[in-house]
Nanobody
Framework: QLPPYGGGSVQPGGSLRLSCAAS????????IGWFRQAPGKEREVVSV????????YYRNSVKGRFAISSDDAKTTVYLQMNNLKPEDTAVYYC??????????????????WGQGTQVTVSS
């Protein structure tokens, strides 16, 4: 189960926080990633974090604006998105990569996907 929460519509410069509760995980180590897909474009990585805390990653276009974090149990992951831009508009997906110490950055590395939540940035 990977229900994402927190999508919505904001004006440029606004903020949103996405959350993803990865329930029912049975593997010791895993990566949780946020990906997004805009209409007519391929799915792309936004940010990832490993359950071990060994790595985080941000795509260049969101560095300094987005921050990924997790709760102590590493089962809920948050994506704080600040200074949102129209080009951030997309459906955002939460995904889990099983049995890894270092979270990957490619969508095909991920095993479980949530349904997605729409983020729209428009004036």
């Amino acid at each position: 189960q990977l229900p994402p929460y927190g999508g919505g519509s904001v004006q440029p410069g606004g903020s949103l926080r996405l959350s993803c509760a990865a329930s029912g995980l049975t593997f010791k180590n895993y990566g949780i990633g946020w990906f997004r897909q805009a209409p007519g474009k391929e799915r792309e990585v936004v940010s990832v974090i490993s359950s071990t805390g060994s790595n985080t990653y941000y795509r260049n276009s969101v560095k300094g604006r987005f921050a990924i974090s997790s709760d102590d149990a590493k089962t809920t992951v948050y994506l704080q998105m600040n200074n949102l831009k129209p080009e951030d508009t997309a459906v955002y997906y939460c995904a889990v990569e099983a049995n890894v110490v270092v979270a990957g950055i490619w969508a095909d590395e991920y095993d479980y996907w949530g349904q997605g939540t729409q983020v729209t940035v428009s004036s």
